[in-house]
């Protein structure tokens, strides 16, 4: 079936449909992982987006029942240049187009990919729309134009958990799958944020030892000091943190109370409640190939990110200094607090998809709870 993708500029890319048919809108970004499209699917920090995979090869690996990130999909549409329907993995259940057309996500396939990156490179990424129904070209740039722009959008509030609940499963074994963790054997109370959470974030936290209650994205900070936790975890999630004005008022209240550990929408945040300020990048940065130095140890590491938005380290004056860096684009990857056991990276050190150079971060998290017990 035709399909077609229209950029709010007015550029139009032409494809074939797979997955679910219809329209769908979003913010157009790139993802230049060659593997994990599945957890790319399900990974709550692409709400309001559309993603285009820069590998030329996706569905040849199928879809499995444990490598997903979260409930559900969140994504707007999947955009890929050449889709395998013929998939090959011990572990699948599934085709991609039937697990798209069962969650109702619009995909194209068999357009220049390279040529749709190379736009958003160099122009931003910008707003678009995906449909087989409606091919007229005015029209659909139309439609795209009159989407919101990502920057002053709330979404983590649609992703969060409605209630709090306790995780205790921990990371992925090829023996036995997810092992479920007794909580005796977890020494460190953690009260993690829910912005949009991935499910191996949590797995990771346990791995380290960590006690997990996962509470809304606008949990009270006192009913959460209330629980005695040894740390605070802010997670990622996806869209502006800005509008986040409660978000940020709880967080404050943390500040010199208790360790805290956030990660890409949970370091935006942290920023902002430690007084500075957040800018919208050009085209962001989403991959699992992505080389960040920790400018404490001087080591390189490749890393997994995910995200529009960056903190301003000037604007955190004297409070916070920087902790990581990207190599690509100078962009803040990471701060630390000047004086307080607290920290943040901009990049995920889970991975799911990625490498587990970071993974040091949640034993990072540990010591510090271990030194301010």
Not at 219 to 230: G, I, K, R, S, T
Not at 277 to 303: Q, Y
Request: glycine letters at 10%; a negative charge; proline letters at 5%.
């Amino acid at each position: 079936m035709k399909a077609v993708l229209a950029l709010a500029d007015g550029r139009i890319f032409k494809g074939r449909s797979f997955g679910a048919s219809g329209e769908a809108t979003g913010e157009v970004v790139f993802n230049t992982a060659m593997t994990g499209y599945q957890e790319v699917l399900t990974d709550p920090s692409y709400k309001g987006q559309m993603v285009t995979m820069t590998y030329t090869q996706i569905g040849n690996t199928g879809i499995n029942g444990e490598d997903i990130e979260s409930k559900q999909l969140y994504l707007s549409g999947f955009i890929v240049k050449e889709y395998h329907d013929c998939h090959s993995n011990w572990r699948a259940t599934m085709s991609l187009d039937a697990y798209l057309k069962e969650n109702g996500i619009v995909g194209i396939q068999g357009l220049d990919t390279r040529a749709l990156t190379r736009h958003l490179r160099d122009n931003g990424a910008q707003n678009g729309i995906i449909s087989t129904v409606d091919f007229d070209p005015e029209s659909l740039v139309k439609k795209a134009r009159a989407i919101p722009s990502m920057a002053g959008l709330d979404l983590a509030s649609g992703v969060s958990t409605d209630k709090p609940y306790h995780w205790t499963q921990g990371l992925w074994d090829l023996e036995g799958g997810y092992p479920e963790v007794d909580a005796k054997n977890l020494k460190y109370k953690v009260v993690a944020y829910d912005f949009g959470i991935k499910y191996n974030i949590l797995r990771c936290l346990v791995d380290a030892g960590c006690d997990v209650t996962v509470v809304p994205a606008t949990f009270p900070a006192e009913e959460a000091l209330a629980m005695n936790p040894d740390g605070i975890f802010l997670s990622n999630g996806p869209g502006d943190p800005e509008p986040l004005v409660k978000v940020q008022e709880e967080i404050r209240k943390f500040i010199g109370k208790k360790p805290i550990f956030g990660i890409c929408l949970g370091h935006q945040l942290l920023g902002l409640a430690l007084g500075g300020k957040t800018i919208k990048l050009k085209f962001g940065n989403h991959g699992s190939n992505l080389p960040v130095m920790d400018m404490e140890t001087r080591k390189v590491e490749i890393t997994a990110q995910n995200h529009g938005f960056a903190v301003d380290l000037e604007s955190l004056g004297d409070v916070a200094c920087l902790g990581h860096e990207n190599l690509n684009d100078q962009t803040v990857e990471g701060i630390r607090h000047c004086t307080l056991p607290i920290y943040s990276v901009q990049h995920h050190p889970e991975a799911s998809p990625g490498p587990h150079d970071s993974h040091y971060l949640f034993a990072r998290f540990v010591e510090l709870m271990e030194k301010n017990r």
